[in-house]
């Protein structure tokens, strides 16, 4: 599951390492955060990448994802929490862990709230909560496993 999926490119990556399954993303589209960030462009994007049929897409709210408790191995969300405020971010991180399967793993890149995000997993019960610097200084990447 990708949470925040824009254009789909990680969504798309993700796709194409699978051997089964199917990568799903979802995201609100909102067009006044991203312009070129459409469900037709993921759509497009994966035609052309060859995963069009490995991947879903669905519009929905990271603070509500509609799907059911433990449902995905892997949940990636990149550069989309600092949309939100600190209320939806914890909420989001909440709903992330619930469709986690027991010890699936999450991955969120983030250009702040590093430290912040680290101690709410932690707190929530992750273990092994690591930061790994991507090599760009804003860049950090939180890695939890459930």
Not at 4 to 27: E, H, P, W
Not at 50 to 66: E, S, T
Not at 106 to 117: G, H, P, S, T
């Amino acid at each position: 599951l990708d949470v925040g999926c824009g254009n789909g490119l990680l969504l798309i990556g993700a796709a194409q390492k699978l051997t089964t399954g199917t990568a799903v993303g979802v995201d609100l589209w909102r067009h006044d955060l991203e312009s070129h960030n459409n469900r037709g462009s993921v759509l497009r994007n994966a035609k052309l990448a060859g995963v069009a049929d490995r991947i879903r897409v669905k519009d929905a709210d990271a603070r509500a994802l509609p799907f059911a408790d433990g449902r995905f191995d892997v949940v990636t969300s990149s550069l989309m929490l600092h949309h939100m405020d600190k209320a939806g971010r914890e909420t989001a991180v909440q709903q992330m862990l619930r469709v986690l399967k027991p010890g699936g793993k999450l991955v969120i890149v983030e250009v702040a709230f590093a430290d912040r995000l680290q101690k709410l997993l932690a707190d929530l019960g992750s273990t092994a909560v690591n930061r790994v610097p991507l090599g760009l200084p804003v860049y950090k990447q939180i890695v939890a496993i459930k």
